[in-house]
Each structure stands twice: as structure tokens, then as C-alpha cells.
């Protein structure tokens, strides 16, 4: 720890290769032993053994590669966790509860092909880049970062204008959801009320990365008073505007901070994570489906009695989970709303027979990226979750948004040849990013910030249209670069404060640490 309160870089949580190559058998042996042990219990029909071996060997292959958990490899780590649940794990769980897949039979289906080739693409690209990664700077030499006071009071102020924002953007704009009410409500607020709204929602995840790493990278007594603070008023927020990810952004951004500068897994924040998720998500569903659905009341209604919301979300649930209303008013789990399989399996079925292909529309907005509506009023908005809806018959409501996952977007604009070229180069650019912007050897809010909005575009918002977030990852690029131009100032620190986190530099691990290190805490 400096003098400035912020802790240093733990250098013994580094992985021999044997060790990593051990990790990695393991893991894909559990997954296996699991598979074979919920099969013969449950015996599914059609189980995807092939597809489901696969694609946890590849997306456990990160750790053949990462030195350290906040190496240079941690983007690629977190991309493809996400990546199998998205397109793995609901068939785990198909297996597990003996359910039938949707696939049909036959070793791997078209859309497994598309998702393997895609994830080894990425991979590839990826590995492609990090390997070119210069070596860096001595960390003796002072690195750039933000002062301690800016760190709290930009962060507070960007997640408390962002926070009003979105309040304001999903209670009274958005209302009831529907395309007539979302038309109107634009209408009367104008061009450039809509910008200022759109660029306070652009900040405010911003502001919380920037609270989650004050917390992460200092150690002051209010800083766990204040996330929690915040962690609650976001699920809070989540709950009333019936927007489930806005509930876990503060648990999920913090536990990536810790790991991105610890290299450790803060097994309190998962374990919380993991009982909210089993606990809340139910009645947050359930919220959605008969309090907002069935009730009609709006999030302008839930904001007025949140108490009296919760109490019938709750009877909601309990109904639900006895069978009231029948298969339409089934709570979904977790996984069966995270899963992005389903997707990619209509698109591959249907697209170039029975729905062309898109040839770049729907990836089109990015060009005009930094054009705000103010200046261009005719900017046009793509909404590619209600095109998908509709060109592929999916919902009966025409305005429901359907996500095609990125995986399944880029295939409905260019086929096999989007998935062989695309995705290799989406994998060098995230390995150039992934290898420049890590926590060691020392600690920087702006690399951290750029890593995470990289993160949140390109793996979190994966169920989101192309263009929409990568759209959003350009205009924050372009605001941190002014924050840290404005901002960020040398930091001079020695190399026990840099790279030790308890102040004292432990000689006798050597230059390879423990054989085992202690992962969690």
C-alpha cells in the first residue's frame, strides 16, 4: 500500500504451466464426469455431448495461456465464460433435468458449428494479438492515474447524473413499453432534451466502474458503506423499472474490479451474487409477467408504491411457482433467459432460405456513431431485436425485442463468411485491448475503464444488436480519453508499493510464486 491509501499488485498469484495444464484437464473432467452422471440420472433425449465437450474445452482454454488472472488473457477469460453460459450452460442443464434439446439429432446441429467456429475464431484472433504485445515499461517508472479525490467525486457525480437519467428515461419515457407510448413521449421531449438524456445514461456506468475501483484499489473505511449504498439503490432502481441487469451491474462490476486488480475471486461478492440471482430473479420475472403484464401497472405505478409492488410481485411468484396461469406465466430461470442458442439456431436454419441476408444494415449505425440527433434529426434507428421478431416470426407481439446474440447477428448479415473473418478480427481487436490494459504490473483507472467498457459492449451486452453497443463503446472510448487527458496526473510509487499488496515484497516465493496459489478470499 502507497502513501496514498491504494494497494499495490500481487505478484505470487501466477500459474506454472504444468499447473495450468492441470487446471484445465481438470475442469474439463468435472464438466464431463457431471454430463455423464446427469444422463444417466435424467436420461435426456438428444443430449448434446459432442457440442457440449467442445465448447467447455474452448472455453476453458484461457487457462492454458493466463500467467496471472489479471493478465493479459483476462478479457479473453471473461469473454468466453460468458460465452458458454450464453451457449452452453442451458444445455448442461438440459442434461441435468432431463429435458430435450430443440436441436435436431445428429452429432453437431448448424448453429453448434456456427458457435464453435465463432468462439476458435475469436480465440485465435485473440492470441494473435496478445502475442505482439510489446514489452512494457519498468514498473518503477511512474505510471499516470487519477488522484484519489477525483476518483470518488467523478464517480459519484457521473453514477448520480446517470442514475437520474435512466430513472427518469425508464419511468417516464418508456413507460408501458409500447412503440405508440416510447413515439409520443420522444416527440414531446425533443431532440435535444433526448441527447442530454442519452449521454447521462452513457456515464452512469461509467460512474460506477469508476466507484467499484475506489473500492477496489483503496482501502478507506467508507468505501464498502458507500458500494453497498449504491448496490442497493441500483436494485431498487432494477426492481421498479423492471430492468434486471441494472439490478446487477454494481455485484457484477465489482466482482470483475476485484479480480481485474486482486487476481483473486472475492468468493463474499459471488456468493451474494449467486443467492441474489437464485433468490431475486424469480420475483423479478415474476414482476414482469403478472404485476406489469397481467396488472397493467406501469413502472411510473411501481415507483409511486414500491412496497406495495414487491408485496404483490411477490404473490406473483408464489402463484407462478404452483402453476397459476399456466406455461405463459412460468417463471424462466436464469439460464433458460441467459441462453442465446435458440437464436442462433433460427438464424441458421432460416437465413439464405426463407429470410435473406441483412449484407451489413443492421451494422450500418455505427458509421454515423459521433453524429448526435441534435445536429442529424432524421438519424435513423435500427431496432434489430424487433426486425429479428418479425422477419423470423418469432413473438405474436410484432414490437417485442428478440436478441439474435452477436454471434448470431453477424451470421445474418454475411453468413459463413461473416463467422470466419469477423469474429477472428473482433478477437484481434479485443486482444489488443486485453493485452494493453491490464492491472499489472500497476494499477490505472482509465486502462481499467477502457478494459471494462470493452467488456460491457462486447461480452455482457452480447445478447444486444452489434451496432447498438459498439456504438456505445466508441462514445465512451472518446470520454474517457477526455477524462484522463483532463484528470489523470503521474503517480510516483516505488516497486513495493506497485507490486505488493500488503507493503512487504515476499522473496522466498521467487519469480514463479506458489505452486498453488490461494485463488479465492
Known sequence: ???????????????????????????????????????????????????????TAVCTSPLLSMERINGKYFLLAVYLAFAYVFFGFGDVMGILLGRASSEAGGILSGAECVILVSLIGLAVGYHAAARRQVRRQSPSVASSDWPFAAVVTTGLAFWLIGTTSLTYWQVYVIGDRTSTTLVKNLASLGQGYTTLFMLGQLIQPLGIMILAYAYAAYRRRFLPIMILTVTFIQ?????????KSEAILVGMLVIITKVYIDGKIPKAWVVCGALFIALAFPVFQAQRLAVRGEQGRSAADALANIWGTLQKSLNAEEKVQAGFGGAEYRVQSFWERASLKGSVDLIVQKTGTDVPYQHGATLAPILTAFIPRIVWSEKESLPVGQIFNKDFNIAVERDTYISPSHVGEVYWNFGWAGTL???????????????????YPSLSLTRMMIMFVTVFAFVVRAEGSIATEYVVWLRSLAVIGLLHLAISRKQASSDASQFVKTGQRDESQGASGALFPNLLR
Open 421 to 439: 473473418l469477423m469474429l477472428p478480427a473482433t478477437g484481434f481487436l479485443l486482444g489488443f485491448i486485453g493485452s494493453r490494459c491490464t492491472a
Open 1 to 55: 500500500m502507497n502513501l496514498n491509501g491504494k494497494i499495490g499488485i500481487e505478484t505470487r498469484a501466477q500459474f506454472s504451466p504444468s499447473l495450468r495444464m492441470s487446471m484445465y484437464v481438470a475442469l474439463n473432467a468435472a464438466v464431463l464426469l457431471v454430463l455423464v452422471i446427469g444422463a444417466a440420472v435424467s436420461a435426456p433425449s438428444n443430449p448434446r455431448f459432442v457440442y457440449l465437450i467442445l465448447i
Open 235 to 243: 436494485v431498487v432502481l432494477g426492481f421498479v423499472a423492471d430492468y
